[in-house]
């Protein structure tokens, strides 16, 4: 009798304890629950105010643009089509900016791909893990060089060097060769960064594999590794030309100081941004022609961002490799 007591005490004891880990283990989902419900909320609430903001600028543009629309003298056939850009003379052709800002962002591109994806295969495939960790934070100081310091570095030193090589007769004091050479070294950290990512996601099962076929490391590296992360290296090309096209302080600074339809890249013409800046800088009263014209550039301008993100987007889904 004593035996069954104690072994349906020990039993009580047993089940006891049994339900109070059972207890505590509830509670510490059940806190683990709330923590998670709590993050995910203010990561939604980040995410919402990232949408939030964009949706705002796109208003407060497209609102303000429509007020260039009740204008007689615009029409936007026009704005797409002519090439003189002087609204107070009842002008809106927006190709002289939009092809400057093309010329521009085509010679910054010309000079950080190659660069850039170069730097990346060194950093990814060639380099100690000791001279990685030493290049790249030095490469990534070009980041946070301000851009107007690279404009004064276009116009004082590299045009100068342009009219001594080429002849001033041919390189205007302001032009957009050199704007464009000295923003392509300033988004360089972007494009190399970005692409050293996407290069060192690819497994190193696909080198090994390489390796073991007799292939050599350069070998590996553009038909291999390269190929492999194709889709992360054009998104960090067009996240580069995306920069470009959005760049302010070096354009306005080195490329030019009015609108120029011309295809010459050693002369002067101002950009969609290079304008905005100039035109914002002086005084403006509300709802004149000037005003109401730098919100029309401004949409324009994004809807090009626009354009490229999307066609990114299609690009990282076109080309994605997925691995296990």
Not at 7 to 21: H, I, M, S, Y
Not at 291 to 318: D, E, K
Request: overall charge neutral.
């Amino acid at each position: 009798m004593q035996v069954q007591l104690d072994v349906r005490r020990k039993t009580d004891l047993l089940a006891g304890a049994n339900r109070e880990a059972v207890e505590q283990k509830t509670a510490l989902l059940r806190h683990s629950r709330v923590s998670e419900d709590i993050i995910r909320i203010l990561l939604l609430l980040c995410a919402g105010f990232s949408i939030f903001t964009t949706l705002g600028i796109l208003a407060v543009l497209i609102g303000e643009s429509r007020l260039l629309f009740s204008n007689p003298d615009f029409n936007i056939v026009e704005f797409f089509s002519t090439t003189a850009w002087q609204p107070q003379a009842g002008q809106f052709g927006i190709w002289p900016l939009l092809l400057a800002t093309i010329i521009t962002s085509l010679f910054a591109m010309l000079v950080a791909i190659p660069l850039g994806l170069g730097a990346a295969i060194y950093l990814s495939e060639y380099a100690s893990p000791r001279a990685r960790a030493t290049l790249k934070p030095i490469l990534e100081i070009l980041a946070g060089v301000p851009t107007v310091v690279y404009g004064f570095f276009a116009l004082q030193t590299v045009t100068p060097f342009l009219r001594n090589l080429i002849g001033p007769d041919i390189v205007s004091f302001q032009n957009m060769f050199a704007a464009g050479i000295v923003m392509g070294f300033m988004i360089l950290p972007t494009v190399t960064s970005v692409s050293e990512d996407a290069l060192s996601a690819v497994p190193r099962a696909l080198r090994e594999a390489s390796y073991g076929l007799g292939a050599t490391r350069l070998e590996t590296s553009l038909k291999i590794v390269v190929p492999a992360a194709l889709s992360g290296i054009i998104a960090a090309f067009i996240l580069g030309i995306s920069r470009a096209v959005g760049e302010t302080m070096i354009v306005a600074l080195a490329a030019g100081g009015g609108p120029n339809f011309t295809t010459n890249p050693f002369k002067s013409a101002e950009t969609i941004t290079g304008h905005i800046v100039r035109i914002s800088g002086g005084e403006l009263s509300y709802n004149s022609v000037e005003y109401n014209s730098l919100f029309i550039l401004g949409l324009a301008l994004f809807g090009v961002t626009l354009v490229l993100n999307l066609v990114s987007q299609r690009i990282i889904r076109r080309f994605r490799e997925a691995y296990e």
